[in-house]
């Protein structure tokens, strides 16, 4: 039993290094780039934003935030309110394999 869980776990440890998937400090998206760009300009590159609805204004505005629950990914934002305007739908994601060719 042992030498199959290690062979399994070197098994995974191989798909992932050849497909280039796990998590990777590098490749954590960054909101404070677009954030900039919308004008808002956050404290650090590492800070965390959410969208806040000005009641006055009825607009929605980046700010900064410490709670992580409230912090909002505006790269995923992005390409969520891109699919929904385009194709009257939610995106769908999957890490399901597809073929290569099949997409």
Do not use: H, M
Request: proline content about 7%.
């Amino acid at each position: 039993d042992q030498a199959r869980v290690q062979r399994d776990a070197a098994a995974k440890r191989a798909r992932r290094a050849r497909f280039g998937i796990g998590w990777n400090p590098e490749r954590a998206p960054r909101s404070a780039e677009i954030a900039e760009k919308l004008g808002y300009p956050l404290a650090s590159p590492d800070a965390l934003c959410c969208v806040v609805l000005e009641e006055g204004s009825k607009s929605v505005v980046v700010s900064q935030t410490l709670d992580p629950a409230a912090a909002v990914n505006l790269e995923y934002l992005s390409v969520a309110l891109q699919v929904r305007r385009r194709e009257g739908r939610e995106p769908v994601f999957s890490l399901d394999p597809i073929e290569a060719g099949a997409a």
